[in-house]
């Protein structure tokens, strides 16, 4: 991005902020008012009105219901005095329905609060003229317990006689004397007093009539939502045309409040892409030639990570001059990732947008979220499910940041199918392995089943060894970006902290200190024959998960201290450690535990979250078909050829009930727990895998490396769509 100044005289500005609006490259600085000698523009005349007139346009648009996604028209060429006529005259029909829309809607509430309050006296069964214009008598209406009011009643001082008339809900009490203090003795009788209404009609009749005018007022409102109706449909391509042609106008006459100003002159401000400063710089030359001067002041360009200054030159204008920005002179961002990318942009923005400074952490996300969510779910049922509520956001939702995460919400899903096909599950069961595997058994397990428990301290470890890349990769980015301040700083700042995470765990995965570390760290991912360093023992097939034949990495031990080996893996975290402290003064001896251990530990809620989900799944589809324990493996009863033996059975499940109603409540029953449990297990999968993931990203992975606090590129200037150019 290039820094460019705009100087000129204040005889060609309309023309210079025409010309750029039309271009609309440049991203104008707002001045800060610090120059001496130079004020703030002040608007072009008419700039108030045209305002107004937008904010006139705006308030129909939204009394009308207008939307501009569904204009399919052809761009308007709209007059000034045709747009204010026209203007007038619709906001004087729809303010006129608009009025009589909000008369009728106050009418209405009335009409049906009147309703509300003499229903109930239809109930009762007496003329509302009989309950009212007593000297003698106190009457109350209301609500409540018969025998509670009975009691309350007899029981009130003050109370001569009373009568009792209602048979429901509703009651009616005739008092004497009429001065009897019974409504606030009625109050602990649970009793709700209504309103009398004040009419001579029956109950009955008065009821009709409320409902006729309820009706009468219904219709005429509808009747006015359909003139709204046909006002929209008939003025919608002029009111977004209007709408765009102010806006337009408005931002053209609101510009010179962002230039600095003398009596003469003029200086406008802002950034552009560096290869479009020509463009700009051509077309002001082609448009007011040598009454403009425009200038490069300097290039921020993005090398290795960093905004690269390349100067500022003096700006000078009517005898003032200016060697600062006009505000801080933070360049805008534009991030540029590919398609698929570009949904996981609103991700990172949740945080804060990259600053321009910044290497953009988007693309990271994209290739590592998915995989955590898909990872901790593996289920290709759920998959399909995610996939499908995905592409519906996408294609249905009109907010930007809604169809993003729909998007992140597909590939989510994919990732989640994939992983589900290599698990060999379709909502926990495990009949899709054995339908698409020749041997019965999928390539991955989770490590649920008995037979398969190495698999679960497997992943653990597979866990804390992508919280290590994952973090050294976070350490990486921060390299990048300090190398602004050099490779020394950077190695001090960030390589320190990349050499002790490596090797820390490179000394826990060492044959040093074994008593401390537990033995599956060097079994699951040995080679059947190798020695377990731990127990000193041979590795047995059984324990390994994968072979791939590590079974820890060797102790190089330079020399002891009192009988303890020191090797040179820990001498390089010691060193690694001494660094960090250096870099970080004291507070690093505690981030060295926080970061270089515990963010690591942080990763084993995948497999925590993989476990977690996995056996709700498998506790949901126990429950209805039943499931009976062989070769250490669990079997579903329903799928089952042949019929367990009882000593075996872990639940006989609820379709699995013999007999006449047993049998089809079971089978309602189970049809009804293992829709609502899956549908637990999936809504759980986003608040927990997803958050879980999300939470790994934020705070594990761009703690270590991002700040934001970046600004859009947006170029003054308004791109077209329901006018046509003038």
Do not use: C
Request: glycine residues 10%; proline residues 4%.
């Amino acid at each position: 991005m290039s820094r460019v100044s705009v100087t000129g005289s204040k005889r060609v500005m309309d023309e210079v902020i025409e010309t750029i609006h039309e271009l609309r490259l440049f991203d104008m600085t707002d001045y800060d008012g610090e120059w001496e000698g130079f004020q703030p523009g002040d608007p072009v005349e008419g700039a108030e009105d045209a305002s107004e007139k937008l904010v006139t346009v705006r308030s129909l648009e939204s009394l009308l219901d207008i939307d501009g996604d569904d204009f399919e028209g052809d761009p308007l060429r709209l007059d000034d005095a045709d747009l204010a006529d026209r203007l007038a005259a619709i906001r004087t029909e729809v303010n006129a329905l608009d009025d009589r829309q909000d008369e009728l809607e106050s009418d209405l509430r009335e009409v049906e609060e009147s309703l509300n309050g003499v229903e109930p006296f239809v109930d009762l069964g007496i003329d509302l003229d009989l309950l009212q214009g007593y000297d003698n008598l106190t009457v109350i209406v209301g609500q409540g317990d018969r025998d509670e009011v009975r009691r309350t009643l007899v029981e009130t001082d003050g109370v001569d006689q009373y009568q009792l008339f209602g048979d429901g809900e509703t009651l009616a009490a005739f008092v004497a004397p009429a001065d009897a203090a019974v409504s606030d003795a009625l109050v602990s009788a649970d009793f709700t007093q209504l309103e009398i209404p004040d009419t001579d009609a029956d109950p009955e009749g008065y009821v009709a009539d409320l409902r006729d005018q309820k009706e009468s007022i219904e219709a005429e409102l509808e009747d006015i939502e359909a003139e709204l109706a046909d006002l929209a449909d008939e003025h919608a391509e002029f009111l977004l045309a209007a709408e765009e042609r102010l806006t337009i106008d408005v931002q053209k006459r609101e510009a010179p409040l962002s230039f600095a100003t003398t009596r003469n002159a003029f200086v406008a401000e802002g950034w552009l892409p560096s290869e479009q400063y020509l463009d700009l710089a051509e077309r002001l030359k082609d448009r007011v030639g040598d009454h403009v001067d425009v200038e490069e002041l300097e290039q921020a360009e993005y090398e290795d990570g960093h905004a690269a200054d390349h100067g500022t030159e003096e700006v000078a204008a009517d005898g003032g001059h200016a060697e600062q920005p006009m505000s801080d002179g933070t360049p805008p961002v534009v991030q540029d990732n590919p398609g698929p990318v570009k949904p996981f942009e609103s991700l990172v923005a949740v945080l804060n947008k990259p600053k321009y400074s910044e290497l953009d952490p988007t693309i990271v996300f994209f290739l590592t979220f998915p995989v955590f969510f898909g990872f901790m779910i593996g289920d290709l049922g759920y998959g399909l499910i995610y996939m499908g509520i995905g592409y519906l956001m996408m294609r249905s939702l009109d907010s930007d940041i809604m169809r993003a995460l729909g998007a992140v919400g597909l590939l989510s899903g994919f990732f989640t199918a994939v992983f589900g096909v290599l698990y060999g599950e379709f909502f926990g069961l495990h009949q899709l392995g054995y339908a698409i595997y020749p041997s019965g058994s999928a390539p991955m397990h989770k490590g649920l089943q008995p037979y398969y428990q190495e698999y679960a301290l497997a992943w653990m470890m597979l866990s804390v060894v992508v919280g290590v890349l994952h973090l050294v990769a976070g350490r990486v980015l921060d390299f990048v970006n300090n190398l602004k301040h050099g490779v020394g700083e950077a190695f001090m700042e960030s390589g320190s902290w990349i050499l002790f995470t490596v090797s820390l765990w490179a000394w826990i995965l060492s044959h040093t200190a074994l008593s401390a570390k537990p033995d599956f760290l060097f079994t699951s991912f040995a080679q059947a024959g190798q020695t377990n360093p731990v127990t000193g023992a041979t590795i047995e097939s059984s324990e390994v998960v994968y072979s791939l034949g590590f079974n820890g990495f060797p102790a190089i031990d330079v020399f002891s201290v009192a009988g303890f080996a020191i090797d040179a893996v820990l001498l390089v975290v010691v060193a690694s450690l001494a660094l960090v402290i250096k870099a970080e003064g004291g507070i690093g001896l505690v981030e060295s535990v926080t970061q270089g251990f515990g963010h690591v530990i942080s990763y084993a809620r995948i497999a925590a979250v993989l476990l977690a989900k996995a056996g709700m799944a498998l506790a949901v589809n126990l429950l209805v078909f039943g499931a009976y324990l062989e070769g250490g493996e669990f079997h579903l009863i329903f799928f089952s050829d042949h019929a367990p033996a009882a000593e075996n059975v872990v639940f006989s499940g609820l379709v699995n009930v013999d007999g006449g109603l047993a049998m089809v409540l079971g089978l309602l029953a189970g049809i009804l727990v293992l829709v609502l449990g899956h549908m637990l297990v999936l809504v759980l999968g986003v608040t927990s895998a997803g958050l879980q993931a999300v939470r790994l990203e934020y705070v594990e992975f761009f703690g270590k490396f991002y700040e934001g606090g970046g600004r859009d590129y947006t170029p003054f200037g308004q791109e077209r769509r329901y006018t046509a150019d003038e």
